[in-house]
Protein backbone atom coordinates (compact mmCIF):
# COMPACT_ATOMS: atom_id res chain seq x y z
CA UNK A 1 0.00 0.00 0.00
CA UNK A 2 2.72 2.11 0.87
CA UNK A 3 4.70 1.29 -2.01
CA UNK A 4 1.82 1.90 -4.64
CA UNK A 5 1.45 5.34 -2.81
CA UNK A 6 5.28 5.65 -2.93
CA UNK A 7 4.89 5.07 -6.65
CA UNK A 8 2.41 7.20 -7.80
CA UNK A 9 4.11 10.22 -6.07
CA UNK A 10 7.31 9.01 -8.08
CA UNK A 11 4.84 9.30 -11.49
CA UNK A 12 3.44 12.66 -10.77
CA UNK A 13 6.78 13.77 -9.98
CA UNK A 14 8.35 12.67 -13.14
CA UNK A 15 5.33 14.11 -15.37
CA UNK A 16 6.39 17.40 -13.54
CA UNK A 17 9.46 17.09 -14.05
CA UNK A 18 9.19 16.59 -17.93
CA UNK A 19 6.78 19.72 -18.15
CA UNK A 20 9.33 21.82 -16.57
CA UNK A 21 11.83 20.19 -18.28
CA UNK A 22 9.82 21.11 -21.71
CA UNK A 23 8.69 24.36 -20.55
CA UNK A 24 12.07 25.34 -19.92
CA UNK A 25 13.62 23.82 -23.23
CA UNK A 26 10.85 25.42 -25.17
CA UNK A 27 11.56 29.01 -23.70
CA UNK A 28 15.18 29.02 -25.17
CA UNK A 29 16.18 30.63 -28.26
CA UNK A 30 16.87 27.71 -30.77
CA UNK A 31 19.91 29.89 -32.39
CA UNK A 32 21.46 30.04 -28.89
CA UNK A 33 22.84 26.56 -28.49
CA UNK A 34 25.25 25.91 -25.75
CA UNK A 35 27.65 23.37 -26.75
CA UNK A 36 30.88 22.31 -25.60
CA UNK A 37 32.66 25.78 -26.82
CA UNK A 38 30.59 28.45 -24.78
CA UNK A 39 31.82 29.66 -20.93
CA UNK A 40 35.49 27.99 -22.62
CA UNK A 41 38.50 29.84 -24.12
CA UNK A 42 38.00 30.87 -27.25
CA UNK A 43 40.72 28.43 -29.43
CA UNK A 44 43.64 29.73 -30.80
CA UNK A 45 44.05 30.44 -34.23
CA UNK A 46 46.46 31.84 -36.84
CA UNK A 47 45.07 31.49 -40.83
CA UNK A 48 45.92 32.78 -43.74
CA UNK A 49 44.19 36.45 -44.94
CA UNK A 50 41.79 35.45 -47.80
CA UNK A 51 43.36 38.72 -49.46
CA UNK A 52 46.83 37.20 -48.85
CA UNK A 53 48.02 40.23 -46.81
CA UNK A 54 49.29 37.58 -44.82
CA UNK A 55 48.27 35.93 -41.53
CA UNK A 56 45.61 36.85 -38.77
CA UNK A 57 46.20 34.99 -35.22
CA UNK A 58 43.07 35.67 -32.86
CA UNK A 59 45.86 36.27 -29.69
CA UNK A 60 46.59 39.48 -31.72
CA UNK A 61 43.24 40.89 -30.66
CA UNK A 62 43.53 40.24 -27.19
CA UNK A 63 41.58 42.69 -24.53
CA UNK A 64 39.01 42.99 -27.86
CA UNK A 65 35.74 42.21 -27.87
CA UNK A 66 36.14 39.60 -31.13
CA UNK A 67 32.81 38.63 -33.19
CA UNK A 68 34.03 35.26 -35.46
CA UNK A 69 31.19 34.43 -38.08
CA UNK A 70 31.89 31.48 -39.92
CA UNK A 71 30.76 31.83 -43.75
CA UNK A 72 30.40 30.62 -47.39
CA UNK A 73 29.38 31.73 -50.56
CA UNK A 74 27.46 28.96 -51.56
CA UNK A 75 25.37 29.96 -48.15
CA UNK A 76 22.06 31.18 -48.94
CA UNK A 77 21.37 32.17 -44.91
CA UNK A 78 25.08 33.99 -44.97
CA UNK A 79 24.01 36.27 -47.66
CA UNK A 80 20.74 37.26 -45.81
CA UNK A 81 22.49 37.93 -42.85
CA UNK A 82 25.77 40.03 -44.52
CA UNK A 83 23.73 43.64 -44.82
CA UNK A 84 23.17 43.35 -40.49
CA UNK A 85 27.19 42.55 -40.38
CA UNK A 86 27.78 45.19 -43.00
CA UNK A 87 25.70 47.57 -40.64
CA UNK A 88 27.61 46.47 -37.37
CA UNK A 89 30.96 46.55 -38.37
CA UNK A 90 30.22 50.42 -39.67
CA UNK A 91 28.91 51.37 -36.33
CA UNK A 92 32.01 49.72 -34.46
CA UNK A 93 34.86 50.65 -37.00
CA UNK A 94 37.32 51.92 -35.27
CA UNK A 95 36.41 50.99 -31.52
CA UNK A 96 37.45 48.47 -29.14
CA UNK A 97 34.96 45.86 -31.07
CA UNK A 98 36.97 43.67 -33.87
CA UNK A 99 35.07 41.28 -36.56
CA UNK A 100 36.56 38.24 -37.75
CA UNK A 101 34.93 36.48 -40.80
CA UNK A 102 36.41 32.64 -41.52
CA UNK A 103 35.79 31.25 -44.70
CA UNK A 104 33.88 27.58 -44.74
CA UNK A 105 34.78 24.99 -47.31
CA UNK A 106 35.81 26.38 -50.03
CA UNK A 107 38.54 28.12 -52.38
CA UNK A 108 40.22 30.99 -50.88
CA UNK A 109 39.73 33.13 -54.54
CA UNK A 110 35.57 31.94 -54.48
CA UNK A 111 35.92 33.04 -50.69
CA UNK A 112 38.01 36.32 -51.66
CA UNK A 113 35.42 36.96 -54.73
CA UNK A 114 32.28 36.63 -52.60
CA UNK A 115 33.79 39.04 -49.73
CA UNK A 116 34.53 41.81 -52.45
CA UNK A 117 31.12 41.19 -53.96
CA UNK A 118 29.17 41.25 -50.88
CA UNK A 119 31.24 44.49 -49.61
CA UNK A 120 33.02 42.88 -46.95
CA UNK A 121 35.40 45.16 -44.96
CA UNK A 122 36.29 43.31 -41.87
CA UNK A 123 39.49 40.74 -42.08
CA UNK A 124 38.79 37.41 -43.61
CA UNK A 125 40.46 34.43 -43.13
CA UNK A 126 39.98 30.44 -44.87
CA UNK A 127 40.05 28.00 -42.96
CA UNK A 128 41.27 25.53 -46.03
CA UNK A 129 41.46 22.42 -43.62
CA UNK A 130 38.41 23.19 -41.83
CA UNK A 131 40.51 22.52 -38.10
CA UNK A 132 39.23 26.17 -36.82
CA UNK A 133 35.72 25.28 -37.41
CA UNK A 134 36.27 22.03 -35.69
CA UNK A 135 37.90 23.17 -32.68
CA UNK A 136 34.80 25.77 -31.94
CA UNK A 137 32.17 22.77 -32.83
CA UNK A 138 30.63 24.80 -35.86
CA UNK A 139 27.91 22.54 -37.56
CA UNK A 140 27.92 24.72 -40.68
CA UNK A 141 27.62 28.26 -41.75
CA UNK A 142 26.62 31.07 -41.05
CA UNK A 143 27.69 30.78 -37.07
CA UNK A 144 28.79 33.83 -35.00
CA UNK A 145 30.79 33.51 -32.10
CA UNK A 146 31.17 36.32 -29.18
CA UNK A 147 34.60 36.50 -27.38
CA UNK A 148 34.72 38.40 -24.70
CA UNK A 149 37.86 40.58 -24.19
CA UNK A 150 38.94 38.25 -21.76
CA UNK A 151 39.06 35.50 -24.41
CA UNK A 152 35.97 33.69 -23.10
CA UNK A 153 33.55 32.97 -25.77
CA UNK A 154 30.49 34.47 -24.31
CA UNK A 155 27.94 33.19 -26.50
CA UNK A 156 27.37 31.73 -30.25
CA UNK A 157 24.34 32.39 -32.96
CA UNK A 158 23.19 29.60 -34.88
CA UNK A 159 22.16 30.48 -38.40
CA UNK A 160 21.80 34.10 -39.70
CA UNK A 161 21.85 36.93 -37.23
CA UNK A 162 20.38 40.02 -37.04
CA UNK A 163 21.59 43.28 -36.19
CA UNK A 164 19.96 43.41 -32.46
CA UNK A 165 21.18 40.54 -32.04
CA UNK A 166 24.93 41.15 -32.44
CA UNK A 167 24.36 44.95 -30.96
CA UNK A 168 23.20 43.15 -27.47
CA UNK A 169 25.82 40.67 -27.66
CA UNK A 170 28.51 42.88 -28.82
CA UNK A 171 27.58 45.90 -26.14
CA UNK A 172 27.33 43.34 -23.39
CA UNK A 173 30.76 42.26 -23.67
CA UNK A 174 31.86 45.70 -23.84
CA UNK A 175 29.79 46.23 -20.75
CA UNK A 176 31.67 43.22 -18.98
CA UNK A 177 35.04 44.89 -19.97
CA UNK A 178 34.72 48.24 -18.56
CA UNK A 179 33.94 47.26 -15.81
CA UNK A 180 36.62 44.91 -15.37
CA UNK B 1 39.33 -45.92 -27.01
CA UNK B 2 41.09 -44.69 -30.15
CA UNK B 3 37.79 -42.67 -30.89
CA UNK B 4 37.35 -40.85 -27.99
CA UNK B 5 40.90 -39.66 -27.59
CA UNK B 6 40.49 -38.55 -31.32
CA UNK B 7 37.77 -36.29 -30.23
CA UNK B 8 38.89 -35.11 -26.86
CA UNK B 9 41.70 -33.95 -29.08
CA UNK B 10 39.36 -31.86 -31.12
CA UNK B 11 37.57 -30.09 -28.92
CA UNK B 12 41.26 -29.08 -27.17
CA UNK B 13 42.33 -27.79 -30.94
CA UNK B 14 39.19 -25.94 -31.15
CA UNK B 15 39.23 -24.63 -28.05
CA UNK B 16 42.92 -23.38 -28.46
CA UNK B 17 41.64 -22.06 -32.08
CA UNK B 18 39.15 -19.74 -30.04
CA UNK B 19 40.75 -18.37 -27.35
CA UNK B 20 43.96 -17.72 -30.10
CA UNK B 21 41.18 -15.85 -32.34
CA UNK B 22 39.71 -14.19 -29.34
CA UNK B 23 43.16 -13.20 -27.45
CA UNK B 24 43.50 -9.17 -26.62
CA UNK B 25 45.38 -7.56 -29.13
CA UNK B 26 46.93 -3.93 -29.96
CA UNK B 27 44.56 -2.49 -32.40
CA UNK B 28 46.15 -0.97 -35.37
CA UNK B 29 45.93 2.78 -35.77
CA UNK B 30 43.40 2.15 -38.77
CA UNK B 31 41.02 -0.10 -36.09
CA UNK B 32 41.48 2.73 -33.58
CA UNK B 33 40.22 5.16 -36.35
CA UNK B 34 37.64 2.96 -37.25
CA UNK B 35 36.44 2.48 -33.79
CA UNK B 36 36.89 6.66 -33.09
CA UNK B 37 34.72 7.79 -35.99
CA UNK B 38 32.01 5.22 -35.53
CA UNK B 39 31.46 6.97 -32.34
CA UNK B 40 31.31 10.54 -33.16
CA UNK B 41 28.11 11.44 -35.14
CA UNK B 42 28.68 13.65 -38.14
CA UNK B 43 27.79 17.09 -37.65
CA UNK B 44 26.21 18.34 -40.76
CA UNK B 45 24.26 14.42 -41.30
CA UNK B 46 20.89 12.34 -39.99
CA UNK B 47 21.83 10.24 -37.86
CA UNK B 48 25.31 8.63 -39.57
CA UNK B 49 28.90 8.47 -37.77
CA UNK B 50 31.97 10.13 -38.94
CA UNK B 51 32.90 6.77 -40.46
CA UNK B 52 29.98 6.47 -42.66
CA UNK B 53 29.57 10.30 -43.72
CA UNK B 54 30.87 11.09 -47.20
CA UNK B 55 30.75 15.34 -46.18
CA UNK B 56 32.95 17.26 -46.46
CA UNK B 57 32.79 17.99 -42.96
CA UNK B 58 33.19 14.40 -41.79
CA UNK B 59 35.98 14.35 -43.93
CA UNK B 60 37.73 16.56 -42.36
CA UNK B 61 36.85 14.76 -38.84
CA UNK B 62 38.01 11.68 -40.61
CA UNK B 63 41.75 13.75 -41.02
CA UNK B 64 41.67 14.87 -37.55
CA UNK B 65 41.37 11.69 -36.00
CA UNK B 66 43.98 9.62 -38.32
CA UNK B 67 46.01 13.16 -37.39
CA UNK B 68 45.96 13.09 -33.34
CA UNK B 69 46.49 9.32 -33.79
CA UNK B 70 49.54 9.53 -35.31
CA UNK B 71 50.40 12.36 -32.84
CA UNK B 72 50.18 9.47 -30.33
CA UNK B 73 46.71 10.87 -28.73
CA UNK B 74 44.79 8.67 -26.83
CA UNK B 75 41.32 7.51 -27.41
CA UNK B 76 40.30 9.81 -24.65
CA UNK B 77 42.33 12.45 -25.10
CA UNK B 78 40.74 12.55 -28.78
CA UNK B 79 37.27 12.20 -27.81
CA UNK B 80 37.43 15.07 -25.30
CA UNK B 81 38.96 17.12 -28.11
CA UNK B 82 36.02 16.68 -29.92
CA UNK B 83 33.58 17.15 -26.39
CA UNK B 84 35.26 20.19 -25.32
CA UNK B 85 33.93 21.72 -29.10
CA UNK B 86 30.41 19.79 -29.53
CA UNK B 87 29.32 18.64 -26.08
CA UNK B 88 28.29 15.53 -25.37
CA UNK B 89 25.88 15.41 -28.58
CA UNK B 90 29.24 14.63 -30.94
CA UNK B 91 28.59 10.87 -29.34
CA UNK B 92 25.88 8.93 -30.81
CA UNK B 93 25.50 6.79 -27.52
CA UNK B 94 25.30 8.95 -24.94
CA UNK B 95 28.18 8.83 -21.94
CA UNK B 96 26.20 7.50 -18.87
CA UNK B 97 28.43 10.00 -16.98
CA UNK B 98 26.48 13.17 -17.21
CA UNK B 99 22.66 14.42 -17.64
CA UNK B 100 22.06 12.27 -20.74
CA UNK B 101 22.33 9.48 -18.84
CA UNK B 102 18.70 10.02 -18.21
CA UNK B 103 17.79 8.69 -21.57
CA UNK B 104 19.18 5.30 -20.44
CA UNK B 105 18.30 5.18 -16.44
CA UNK B 106 14.59 7.06 -16.88
CA UNK B 107 12.83 3.91 -19.04
CA UNK B 108 14.53 1.68 -16.54
CA UNK B 109 13.25 3.40 -13.72
CA UNK B 110 9.93 3.69 -15.50
CA UNK B 111 10.03 0.35 -15.79
CA UNK B 112 10.98 -0.88 -12.10
CA UNK B 113 8.13 1.59 -11.48
CA UNK B 114 5.09 -0.22 -13.47
CA UNK B 115 6.33 -3.42 -12.36
CA UNK B 116 5.74 -2.61 -8.81
CA UNK B 117 2.63 -1.37 -9.57
CA UNK B 118 1.34 -3.97 -11.21
CA UNK B 119 2.94 -6.09 -8.52
CA UNK B 120 0.90 -4.48 -6.23
CA UNK B 121 -2.53 -4.72 -8.24
CA UNK B 122 -1.92 -8.50 -8.58
CA UNK B 123 -1.53 -8.96 -4.16
CA UNK B 124 -4.67 -6.74 -4.14
CA UNK B 125 -6.87 -8.49 -6.40
CA UNK B 126 -6.07 -12.03 -5.01
CA UNK B 127 -8.98 -14.07 -3.56
CA UNK B 128 -9.02 -14.60 -0.11
CA UNK B 129 -8.12 -18.05 1.22
CA UNK B 130 -11.54 -19.65 2.22
CA UNK B 131 -12.11 -20.31 5.73
CA UNK B 132 -12.05 -23.58 7.52
CA UNK B 133 -15.74 -25.17 8.23
CA UNK B 134 -16.77 -24.59 11.69
CA UNK B 135 -17.65 -28.22 14.37
CA UNK B 136 -21.33 -27.57 13.58
CA UNK B 137 -21.15 -27.24 9.93
CA UNK B 138 -18.95 -30.17 9.89
CA UNK B 139 -21.76 -31.91 12.16
CA UNK B 140 -24.66 -31.25 9.56
CA UNK B 141 -22.87 -32.22 6.87
CA UNK B 142 -22.20 -35.33 8.81
CA UNK B 143 -25.77 -35.70 9.80
CA UNK B 144 -26.97 -34.78 5.93
CA UNK B 145 -24.92 -37.49 4.50
CA UNK B 146 -26.21 -40.37 6.99
CA UNK B 147 -29.45 -39.05 5.92
CA UNK B 148 -28.89 -39.54 2.21
CA UNK B 149 -26.73 -42.99 2.67
CA UNK B 150 -30.54 -44.22 4.50
CA UNK B 151 -32.84 -42.95 2.19
CA UNK B 152 -31.20 -44.25 -0.42
CA UNK B 153 -29.99 -47.61 1.27
Known amino acids: MILARAVRIAVVVGILGLVVTLALAFRRDPHDIRTGSVNKPAPAFTLERLDGSGRLALADLSGKVVVVNFFASWCLPCIQENPALVRVFERYRGSDVIMV???????????????????????????????????????????????????????????????????????????????? | MS?????????????????????????TSEERIDQITSELR?????????????????????????????????DTEIQAEFRAAYGDWIFLS??????????????????????????????????????????????ALRERVIREEATEG
Open chain 2, 94 to 139: PPLTSWSALVWLVPVAVLGAGLILVAGRLRRVDLPASPEPTASQVA
Open chain 1, 101 to 180: GVDFQESRDTGLAYVRRMGIGWPTVGDDDGRVALSYGVFGPPETFFIGADGIIAGRHIGPIDEPTLVNAIEKLRAQASSR
Open chain 2, 42 to 74: CPVCQGLSVKDSTSETARQMRELVAQRVREGKT
Open chain 2, 3 to 27: GRVFVAIAIFALAAAVVFAARPHEA
